[in-house]
């Protein structure tokens, strides 16, 4: 399936779901250097929350990323940049409130169940096994030993 299918899949997907205040559009990241090839990526936002998704041909299968993080503007990447300066800004002005993690998480969720959606449909229709909801659970035990 062409990346493009895969990210307009997604994007009907997440439409579905009614989420408010979320846009998306393209963006391209190098997969390396400078130089190097460039992966294009769907890339959702809300607020300051950024979820850029992936989709693309891996050896003889396809796999699928997401990246959750936040785009900040005006002078806010300035501060944060500044030892003190910016943890004290954060602390004082933006702190990580249980209703921001509680909204970041569900915008990763509802976004994540939209990915999820895709695959299974797309699975389906090819004759592929979808995978159960233990089975798509990272196994980290050891992993890091």
């Known amino acids: 399936m062409a990346r493009t299918t895969l990210a307009n899949s997604v994007e009907e997907a997440v439409a579905r779901r009614r989420m408010p205040g979320v ?13 190097s090839p460039q992966r294009e990526y769907l890339r959702l936002r809300r607020g300051e929350l950024v979820l850029d998704i992936c989709g693309a041909p891996y050896g003889s299968g396809f796999f699928v990323s997401w990246w959750l ?32 993690i509680d909204t970041a998480l569900m ?24 995978l159960s909801k233990a089975e ?5 035990r050891g992993f890091f030993e």
Do not use: D
Not at 86 to 95: T, V
Not at 136 to 140: A, F, G, K, N
């Open 23 to 35: 846009t998306w559009s393209r963006a391209l990241w190098h997969e390396g250097g400078f130089f």
């Open 107 to 130: 915008f990763q969720e509802a976004v994540q169940g939209a990915v999820l959606e895709v695959i299974e449909t797309l699975s389906e229709s090819r004759g592929i096994r979808t």
């Open 136 to 140: 798509r659970t990272p196994v980290l």
């Open 69 to 100: 993080g936040e785009r900040r503007s005006g002078i806010w990447p300035f501060l944060m940049e500044i030892p003190g300066v910016g943890a004290l800004a954060h602390i004082l002005f933006r702190p990580h409130t249980h209703y921001a």
